[in-house]
């Protein structure tokens, strides 16, 4: 009996002993990462917030972050956070941007970081020929972000030309393969853009004085159970799909209110009267709101039955499906680009081929009012920082 009480022992021991050392080594394995984002302007929006995001989460992490940019309003916001800023002069999408190649190399040899991360073409380009011709074992790793689809051109090869390459969704990274078959299969990494979950909470309540003063402008939207079109309007935003899903489906059940957000494209004032004119054709005129740019997008998705993406273009972010399955509501859009890439693995009953009217109507009816549970850390900010830290150290490992 003394005799198997001591193995045990042992055996726990030696357990315990190994535990300790995988420790050890992830401890030893994790480089602290000296990063540089380079990128055109601090202007609020996708881009200079993603970059913020990640720079808080480095520093965070106890990494160093150091952003390279002509400057904006989010300066402030990245030194609170223990960023470094570096000014830079505004450049142009255009090989002209080529004159500022000398002063960029001698920033990055002073700075000597691991990586570089760029995001858009024009700060790619620059990039890449500021480090072209140095040597691969002592230049700071170049990883652009790409989040489009682009041609094949000179001015677009640094987005092709990194050590790395972040694509934001599967059907970008298939279109940079496409582009450039030189490009490695395991140079390309997929990691979808993270939302802000703290705001986007399903949890925290709507206020009344909300809804109250939303009703007061708005008392076409009382008593109705709202479908909800986000985004910017364009001829191919999609809101002449919603206008047409609605007319059909208001027709079965008048209960059905359309309401759509957000900002015009170009402020293209035609547009907008053709939009309004559909509406009018198709009896929707007491059916649809269209609310035009919002700040209250939290609460519009709290207070919606149903969220719509039905964009012509490929997205290249899913943001606002993200941040409508993020609180909580279902969300009915096409299969294609990045939203049908979430929707497929987060909420595929939502996914409807393009062009196929009746489908979108099917659809939209069986999911009214049925929530999501999903977990909302899977977009959140941090996690797609995760990965593209762990990205980075595979690329200097």
Known sequence: MKSLTCKLVMIYWEIILLEVKIDLLVCFTEVKLKVVQFLPSLEPGITATLALEFANELVKKGHESLVIST???????FRLHGSDFISFPKISESIWSLRHKSRLRKILARLQPDIVHTYGRSTAFLAWRALKGE???????????????FPNSYFNKGMLSGDGIIASSRGVAENLKKSSPKI??????????????????????????WQLKLLNSYPQLE?????????????????????HLLAQAAAQSDDIHGVIAGAL???????LK????????????????????RRDMRELYATSQLVFQLASEK????????????????????????????????FPEGLVEKGDLK?????????????????????????????????FQSLLN
């Open 265 to 271: 494209a170009e402020d293209d004032l035609r547009y």
């Open 359 to 391: 489908s979108l109507i099917e659809a939209s009816l069986n999911l009214v009012s049925k929530p999501n549970n999903l977990n909302p850390q899977e977009f959140s900010y941090a996690a797609s920082a995760g990965k593209t830290i762990d990205f």
């Open 223 to 243: 008593g109705k159970n709202w479908w909800l079109m986000p985004g910017e309007i364009s001829a191919s935003g999609g809101q002449e799909e919603f206008l």
């Open 71 to 77: 400057g904006g309003p989010l300066e402030a916001r």
């Open 135 to 149: 040597s691969a074992t002592s230049r700071p790793k170049l990883v652009p972000l790409v989040d489009q689809d």
């Open 315 to 346: 997205d290249g972010n899913a943001k606002h499906s993200k941040e409508a399955l993020a609180m909580g509501r279902p969300v009915v859009a096409y299969s294609e680009g990045c939203t049908g890439e979430v929707l497929q693995k987060h």
């Open 274 to 293: 053709k939009l309004e004119g559909l509406a009018q054709d198709l009896d929707l005129g007491s059916k649809v709101t269209l609310l035009g740019e």
């Open 184 to 209: 490695a299969e395991d140079s390309i990494e997929v990691i979808y853009h993270g939302i802000n979950i703290r705001e986007f909470d399903r949890e925290k309540p709507v206020a009344s004085q």
